[in-house]
Nanobody, 121 residues
Framework: QVQLVESGGGLVQAGGSLNLSCAASGRIFTTNLMGWYRQRTGKQREMVASITYGGHTNYADSVNGRFTISRDNNKHTVNLEMSSLEPEDTAVYYC???????????????WGQGTQVTVYS
């Protein structure tokens, strides 16, 4: 079973920066889409940023220009560099990966346990 482990969450002052990292491990042939989602209290989960195997990125309008997503295909990791953080960025951030494992099996949509990011003013 594929596992995703996030790290780097914490408490940061508004205007500051924070970096998140996610590592996928287990039976992995290749990782297709990887991304970061977040869920703020009382709100639905939303996509923050995603990146394809080839490096094509997508960002939510709310974070575009402030966040940068990157990945290492060999290590099966994905990072999120966050800057100019705002209190509205406070949320639990989840790592997602679409993973191809066993031959002939459909890809799996895997999620991490989440890491808390809190931004105070």
């Amino acid at each position: 079973q594929v596992q995703l482990v996030e790290s780097g969450g914490g408490l940061v002052q508004a205007g500051g920066s924070l970096n998140l990292s996610c590592a996928a491990s287990g039976r992995i042939f290749t990782t297709n889409l990887m991304g970061w989602y977040r869920q703020r209290t009382g709100k639905q989960r939303e996509m923050v940023a995603s990146i394809t195997y080839g490096g094509h990125t997508n960002y939510a309008d709310s974070v575009n220009g402030r966040f940068t997503i990157s990945r290492d295909n060999n290590k099966h990791t994905v990072n999120l560099e966050m800057s100019s953080l705002e209190p509205e960025d406070t949320a639990v951030y989840y790592c997602r990966a679409v993973v191809y494992g066993d031959v002939g099996a459909p890809p799996a949509d895997d999620w991490g346990q989440g890491t808390q990011v809190t931004v105070y003013s």
